[in-house]
Each structure stands twice: as C-alpha cells, then as structure tokens.
T-cell receptor, first 112, second 114 residues
Framework: GAGVSQSPRYKVAKRGQDVALRCDPISGHVSLFWYQQALGQGPEFLTYFQNEAQLDKSGLPSDRFFAERPEGSVSTLKIQRTQQEDSAVYLC??????????FGEGSRLTVL | GENVEQHPSTLSVQEGDSAVIKCTYS??????FPWYKQELGKRPQLIIDIRSNVGEKKDQRIAVTLNKTAKHFSLHITETQPEDSAVYFCAAIPKDTGRRALTFGSGTRLQVQP
C-alpha cells in the first residue's frame, strides 16, 4: 500500500477487556516497530520485528502486552485485561532497514 | 539504554522569526539523529535527519547541527510560517546495542503567531 495502515483508528474498551490492534506496514519493509504515545508525550518504544522475528520486546510494559508478525508483514498488538493506564495512541512504524521510520496514523485506545 | 532530553517543551515565535529546539543524548555510540514533526491528530513524519559523520545538514528553511563531543543536536527553523506550528520530536538510535529502535524526546510544541 501507499503507507502504513492501522486499524481500528479508535477503540473504546471496558477495563478488563482484551483488545487487538492491527498494523499493515509498507510493502517490502522488513522492520516494524510498535510505540505507545501518551497524551502530550513522545512515542515510547514497545517492540521491534525484523521480518517475522521479534528481536526486541524490552519496551512492553507487562506480560499483558503481546505482539506478533507471523508472516513478516501484518502485525498485531494484543493487550489483555486492559487497564486505564493502557489508554494511549499506539503507533506502528515500518522501515526498509535501519533508516527512516514511516508511521501509521495510530490506534487511539481509551479504557473506561 | 539511550536517554534523550529535549527542550524547550513549548516555544512561541512570531511569523518570520527563527526557532531553535535542542536535544541531548546519553549514548556516545549513537550515530543517527532524526527530527519528526507531528501535527495535531496526525502521524509523526520525518523532516530531517543527520548521521554522526557530519556536523550540519540543511534542507531549505530547516537545518540540524550535531555536536558529538557535547552529545547534543539542534533543530533550526528559519523564516517560520504558521504551517510550521506542530509538535517536534528529536530521536536517537544507539549504534552497537541490540536495540535498533529510536528513542524519542518528550517533544516541543511550536506555535508560530501570524
């Protein structure tokens, strides 16, 4: 596609619900990143994939967060048993290698 | 890990004036320093970047300078226009660690007054 696509754009969840956020990167980009952006803050690193391999998940805040990219293209970020502090914009970005990141529009998660 | 500090957090200038945003980083092995612009409700977009083998890079009204000794880099916008109003983020990536992900600063909200 023309750019990084994320869905849903907006998600409202009740505390305790599970959510799944999808990222469709730019075709051919081997690197894929997930970031969490709280209101008024910079993006905070969550996890990184090179093709289907999850090379770094050191930024995931708890074991309730899980990400996968099984075929080296589309990625899903799953949050189990959502908490209010999980409310944020979740940004996905892809890159050809280690250079410029191309971000998606983000998925805004609100946990009530 | 990498630490990136950015200031000021907000900056208001008159149209036509210059704006300067500064960042410091902690990892002396860092070798790539991009700047991203994020308009309200939009995705961050790269506006300029610099690698550690050069000290300055310019692209029309935008320039970035890098001081490796002091471990800081700056974004300079000249002849500011209202459409430059946005949040700007600096970032750095360490060279020889396992992490390939950018660490971002906390952002500078730039407001250009017409």
């Amino acid at each position: 596609g023309a750019g990084v696509s994320q869905s849903p754009r907006y998600k409202v969840a009740k505390r305790g619900q599970d959510v799944a956020l999808r990222c469709d990167p730019i075709s051919g980009h081997v690197s894929l990143f997930w970031y969490q952006q709280a209101l008024g803050q910079g993006p905070e690193f969550l996890t990184y994939f090179q093709n289907e391999a999850q090379l770094d998940k050191s930024g995931l805040p708890s074991d309730r967060f899980f990400a996968e990219r099984p075929e080296g293209s589309v990625s899903t970020l799953k949050i189990q048993r959502t908490q209010q502090e999980d409310s944020a914009v979740y940004l996905c970005a892809s890159a050809r290698g280690s250079g410029e990141l191309f971000f998606g529009e983000g998925s805004r998660l609100t946990v009530l | 890990g990498e630490n990136v500090e950015q200031h000021p957090s907000t900056l208001s200038v008159q149209e036509g004036d210059s704006a300067v945003i500064k960042c410091t980083y902690s990892d002396s092995a860092s070798n790539y320093f991009p700047w991203y612009k994020q308009e309200l409700g939009k995705r961050p977009q790269l506006i300029i970047d610099i690698r550690s083998n050069v000290g300055e890079k310019k692209d029309q009204r935008i320039a970035v300078t890098l001081n490796k000794t002091a471990k800081h880099f700056s974004l300079h916008i000249t002849e500011t226009q209202p459409e430059d109003s946005a949040v700007y983020f600096c970032a750095a990536i360490p060279k020889d660690t396992g992490r390939r992900a950018l660490t971002f600063g906390s952002g500078t909200r730039l407001q250009v007054q017409p």
